[in-house]
């Protein structure tokens, strides 16, 4: 048995993601994938447009043998602790060997020196004062990684795929994980391309998203308008200091969310008038829905405290009979309730999963109801 974890949303599951699990397989040699995948809310600040259980279920019909979730307080973070959340997991499993994921380089010593370079950035002057002159965070890194290294690692954090590698990487490097990085070159669209191959057409997530909602006609799609209102209705009630409790609100954003949030009408002038140079759409999103769901910083420092098990195969009941002879660090299980009682960190974690999930049924034309976290089957495939 040799195992392979990928790190993913599916949102939806579509061609390329097929593509990667086949060529994991082929080209590592893996008998078993594992696949961390995001439950309802994704890592752009948005609602996942399918419910997770239906994820899974397309997931395991398509190559993937085994979907753990990674937690809502991680899949709604940065592409730092999203990877860290997702690698903490992994290893706790103790089984895998490789982690695969895409890039636009396709190269992984590349993607390792990219790695390295990106931490001791960190550490510099040029980081720190880019960032104290309002540059935003990708910003400030990329001009600090400039000062110091060659074009070619310059050039890997440009894309955008490359620097969630990147911090897959890292995530492995200061956990001392054993798990191997590979990566496949991403084949097809970009977030806003749509490309033609010789053999197949490979269109990217967002689109495939706005068409989806377009013609959603029977309402069984997600969408985070629905819940415009009452994301406005919340952060009016908050505070500046209640908005800075949310993971990865600081240095004045706070400040712009709380002004912006009593100055807007609607969900698109809150992201607007909140916006700046320094801080990236994509970071104003998720502290606005972090801030919406009650997810706080210290849901991020607890890293995950479980290994919860959405759906599995015949093959991911050979890899759980391997777990049973050589257990996780981590409590592991399909249901949420039994996890729950395992620590009061674990019950933390799990109260979040499931508000979450109550709030997101609201995300639909006609309304989901509360405690599916609690009666929802885990997805099993023959």
Do not use: W
């Not at 029977?218 to 209102?229: F, K, N, P």
């Amino acid at each position: 048995m040799k195992i392979a974890a990928i790190i993913a949303e599916y949102n939806p599951f579509h061609d390329g993601h097929r593509y990667h699990i086949e060529q994991t397989k082929l080209l590592t040699g893996a008998t078993h994938v594992i696949a961390v995948m995001s439950g309802n809310f994704t890592q752009r600040g948005d609602v996942a447009i399918v419910p997770k259980h239906g994820r899974v279920r397309t997931a395991l019909q398509n190559g993937i043998d085994l979907v753990i979730e990674l937690p809502v307080a991680f899949s709604l973070s940065s592409a730092e602790q999203f990877a860290t959340g997702a690698v903490t997991i992994l290893d706790a499993l103790g089984c895998v060997e490789t982690l695969s994921f895409g890039s636009e380089c396709g190269d992984v010593e590349l993607l390792k020196e990219a790695a390295g370079a990106v931490h001791y950035a960190q550490t510099t002057d040029e980081f720190f004062n880019a960032m104290k002159n309002g540059k935003s965070y990708p910003a400030a890194l990329q001009s600090a990684v400039e000062t110091y290294y060659t074009d070619d690692v310059v050039e890997v954090l440009t894309g955008a795929n490359n620097t969630l590698a990147v911090e897959y990487i890292k995530a492995l490097n200061e956990s001392g994980s054993k798990i191997e990085p590979f990566t496949l070159k991403r084949i097809g669209a970009g977030h806003d391309e749509h490309i033609e191959t010789s053999q197949e057409e490979y269109i990217c997530a967002s689109q495939i998203r706005k068409s989806m909602l377009e013609n959603d006609s029977d309402g069984e799609y997600a969408d985070i308008m629905r819940l415009e209102t009452a994301i406005l209705a919340k952060l009016r009630t908050l505070s500046a200091k209640e908005i800075k409790k949310a993971p990865n609100v600081g240095g004045g954003l706070e400040n712009r969310i709380f002004s912006a949030a009593r100055a807007a009408r609607s969900l698109s002038e809150l992201y607007f008038l909140a916006k700046t140079k320094r801080y990236t759409l994509a970071r104003i999103r998720r502290a606005i829905l972090c801030c919406f769901l009650g997810i706080a910083q210290v849901d991020v420092k607890l890293k995950p405290q479980y290994v919860r098990i959405l759906g599995l195969n015949g093959k991911g009941k050979e890899i759980l009979a391997l777990l049973r002879e050589n257990p996780s660090s981590l409590p592991i299980d399909t249901s949420l309730a039994t996890l729950a009682k395992k620590s009061d960190e674990c019950k933390r974690q799990a109260v979040l999963e499931d508000r979450c999930t109550n709030i997101y049924g609201l995300a639909f034309r006609k309304n989901l109801v509360c405690g599916k976290e609690f009666t929802e089957k885990v997805v099993v495939s023959e």
